[in-house]
């Protein structure tokens, strides 16, 4: 039987681990091939390992332009062609705004928004020549749910969701589509200090109607619908695969970190 993506070429930022790594899983088995970008070489290697031929690496940091421009290009050159890009690069901080160290901010912003940005900006330029193409953002509930110590990073998030509706916007009349995920809390390297403190993992779970913390495959499935024919339809939009977890209040983290 064939794949909904066969024969097409993807290219991911966050690519060898979390939500990155289960797209480019989801992919490849519907027939997918890709370049996975990241900035950790052990992760890389072990996707690698796993997913075999089908997949490329890039040893690439989001927030240097030539990184990127040679992640796009290196696509291009080993497949021919670039019809599909998931943003995935991103990490979270912690810091109340009076005490917030600029560095950190920064640091934040740049992967999360700048890297998104500069990501979307060398993959539409090939997407906007070739005249199709889907790029899909990973934003967060954060961008539009705030959380006390987490500015950095909800302003980040609601960044990527206004910089994908514009996207949608500019690249629209060439055949690109432009698409956002807003995950609410995930099970990812990035969320494993939940573990060291239970009462954080069990704040968020209490604080998802649905009972339990998402898993990355669940974002990967959103993302094969956006990326697939069956979400021809659809660009502009940041599609919420939260639990239903945006429909309660966020967890005072501030508070249960002692205990």
Excluded at 70 to 92: H, K, T, W
Excluded at 182 to 202: E, K, M, N, S
Aim: charged share 20%; proline share 4%; aromatic share 6%.
């Amino acid at each position: 039987m064939a794949g909904r993506l066969d024969g097409q070429v993807a290219v991911i930022t966050g690519g060898s681990s979390g939500i990155g790594l289960a797209c480019a899983r989801r992919f490849v088995a519907e027939g997918a091939v890709a370049v996975l970008a990241d900035r950790n070489p052990e992760s890389l290697a072990a996707a690698t390992s796993e997913l075999g031929a089908a997949i490329v690496t890039e040893l690439v940091d989001v927030t240097v332009e030539a990184d990127v421009e040679r992640m796009v290009a290196r696509a291009v050159s080993e497949y021919g062609r670039l019809d599909i890009a998931v943003n995935a690069a991103g990490f979270g901080g912690f810091g109340f705004i009076v005490d917030h160290p600029v560095d950190e901010w920064r640091a934040v912003i740049d992967t999360c928004l700048t890297g998104v940005m500069l990501s979307t900006k060398h993959e539409g330029r090939v997407m906007r020549d070739a005249g199709s193409g889907v790029i899909v953002n990973i934003a967060s509930i954060n961008a539009r749910v705030p959380a006390e110590g987490m500015a950095s990073y909800c302003c980040a998030k609601a960044g990527v969701e206004m910089l994908t509706r514009i996207a949608a916007m500019e690249l629209g009349p060439s055949g690109v589509r432009v698409s956002g995920i807003g995950p609410g809390f995930i099970d990812t390297p990035l969320t494993a200090f939940t573990q060291i403190v239970p009462a954080i993992r069990d704040a968020y779970v209490a604080a998802t109607p649905l009972g339990r913390a998402g898993q990355p495959e669940d974002v990967a499935d959103a993302a094969l619908f956006l990326v697939s024919d069956d979400g021809r339809w659809v660009s502009g939009d940041t599609l919420f695969v939260d639990g239903a977890s945006m429909q309660k209040a966020y967890p005072e983290l501030h508070k249960l970190a002692g205990g």
